[in-house]
């Protein structure tokens, strides 16, 4: 874990006032490593990092999760494939989907429909029919 850390630039001796969010967030997460728990509850901790600090502390979550189960929220699909061995899904607090990344891609594929309600003005038609001609069947 301390090799890892090193890359986020935290001198000895600086007080943690005085730190970026980011680097925050690291000692927080050393603290939770370096008392040997068995248990990780994260919530959004990597929300307001850049994608390097981000890759970083997703780095140490990989090398530390073994020995131990680690519970996170995210709303980042990207930060939950690159964690987790399990991901659930939940909406207005039920699970609604729960398995590994690959299962979840399989049954629910990849990507999003956009759907567009507008009024049936004649301008409106026109541009949207010209503009998404090639996207519509």
């Not at 600086?14 to 980011?22: A, E, P, Q």
């Not at 607090?93 to 594929?109: M, N, Q, V, W």
Request: with cysteine.
């Amino acid at each position: 874990f301390f090799e890892s850390v090193r890359a986020t630039r935290i001198q000895r001796k600086t007080l943690v006032k005085s730190l970026s969010y980011s680097q925050k967030r690291f000692v927080s997460l050393g603290c939770a490593i370096a008392g040997g728990t068995k248990i990780l509850l994260l919530d959004e901790p990597t929300l307001h990092m850049k994608g390097k600090e981000q890759r970083l502390f997703w780095n140490i979550l990989h090398k530390e999760k073994y020995g131990r189960a680690i519970v996170m929220t995210t709303f980042d699909i990207t930060e939950a494939e690159a964690v987790g061995d399990r991901i659930g899904m939940f909406s207005e607090g039920a699970l609604l989907t729960y398995g590994t990344p690959f299962f979840l891609r399989s049954k629910f594929g990849v990507g999003c429909d956009l759907v567009i309600i507008y009024k049936y003005l004649h301008y409106v038609d026109t541009y949207i029919k010209t503009s998404f001609s090639q996207y519509t069947n």
